[in-house]
Nanobody
Framework: EVQLVESGGGLVQPGGSLRLSCAASGSTFSSSAMSWVRQAPGKGLEWVSSIYSYISNTYYADSVKGRFTISTDNAKNTLYLQMNSLKSEDTAVYYC?????????????????WGQGTQVTVSS
């Protein structure tokens, strides 16, 4: 059984930075794409970023490209999302998720394990 636990959310001013972490147990990152997905208040789930750590490939939504960086520490089984130059529209609950491999890395329907989410609020 895979368990994903996010941490690192909080309140930050516009232009600030946060780093989210996702600790995984019961699985390793070497065989699956790992992703971050967010849900803003009153909106649906939005894919943010994915990583295939075993081939060092990363992917980003246009809305976060150049500001967010996804990475993994395979020894610690931990996924990260470094978020810089945060905007009010980045306010959301952020989830880490593991891909089942049956769909593309940005296809939320193909994710088989999810964390509980961590709140990020960008406000002055």
């Amino acid at each position: 059984e895979v368990q994903l636990v996010e941490s690192g959310g909080g309140l930050v001013q516009p232009g600030g930075s946060l780093r989210l972490s996702c600790a995984a147990s019961g699985s390793t990152f070497s065989s699956s794409a790992m992703s971050w997905v967010r849900q803003a208040p009153g909106k649906g789930l939005e894919w943010v970023s994915s990583i295939y750590s075993y081939i060092s490939n990363t992917y980003y939504a246009d809305s976060v490209k150049g500001r967010f960086t996804i990475s993994t520490d395979n020894a610690k089984n931990t996924l990260y999302l470094q978020m810089n130059s945060l905007k009010s529209e980045d306010t959301a609950v952020y989830y880490c998720a593991k891909s089942s491999g049956y769909l593309g890395h940005d296809q939320i329907a193909g994710y088989d394990y999810w964390g509980q989410g961590t709140q990020v609020t960008v406000s002055s």
